[in-house]
């Protein structure tokens, strides 16, 4: 495994897409100590600008405003390069390709990279979290199988690159990601000679 260091990501983002438990917030935060590049978890950034936890903003207002949220954060990131975002590790939400404009705005402001996992790897992982509003039900674990069969296609329209994180520690997703943004950076520089 290599040491990870700073990438020349051409002023764009390197984003984390997949479901919950997908290992997004984890891989993101390791990312962003091993590049330099400041992490925006989009969920974190969304619970700081409203006051309260993402659980209370679905039941006060619903999924479809949670997911106007997303796009309105995407569109502010893509509007403003530099400042106060810049280039950055963005780790997403489970559902931020729901909307064709997000996958749209994600290809556009950088490398993303699908960190796939099965349904039994996401269910070990986010059984305890109690801060999972589309889990909070009967079942998760069929709740997860059909969230994974509805967001497949969508994960895989927006992407760049899928990886299968079920069997990989942080540290191989960490360097496989990393290996995949430096080739994906580098292009786009050849490309610009």
């Known amino acids: 495994m290599t040491f990870c260091r700073p990438i020349d990501t051409q002023g764009r983002s390197i984003i984390l897409i997949g479901m919950m438990g997908s290992g997004k917030t984890t891989v993101g935060k390791e990312l962003?100590?091993?590049?330099?590049?400041?992490?925006?978890?989009m969920d974190s950034i969304i619970e700081e600008q409203l006051g309260k936890p993402i659980p209370e903003i679905f039941r006060e207002s619903g999924e479809s405003h949670f997911r106007a949220l997303e796009t309105a954060l995407l569109r502010y990131i893509e509007s403003s390069p530099h400042a106060p975002y810049g280039s950055a590790i963005i780790s997403t939400g489970g559902g931020v390709v729901l909307s064709p404009v997000n996958r749209s705005i994600l290809k556009r402001i950088g490398f993303v990279t699908w960190l796939d996992v099965d349904a039994d790897v996401v269910l070990e992982r986010t059984s305890r979290a109690t801060n999972r509003p589309l889990l909070n039900r009967d079942n998760p674990k069929a709740i997860i199988e059909q969230?994974?069969?509805?967001?497949?296609?969508?994960?895989?329209?927006?992407?760049?690159?899928?990886?299968?994180?079920?069997?990989?520690?942080?540290?191989?997703?960490?360097d496989v990601v990393h290996k995949a943004a430096t080739e994906f950076f580098s292009h786009i520089e050849q490309t610009k000679l």
């Open 32 to 41: 962003s100590r091993l590049t330099g590049l400041p992490l925006l978890d």
């Open 147 to 174: 969230l994974i069969e509805q967001r497949s296609h969508l994960y895989a329209d927006a992407c760049h690159v899928k990886i299968e994180t079920g069997n990989l520690s942080v540290l191989e997703v960490v």
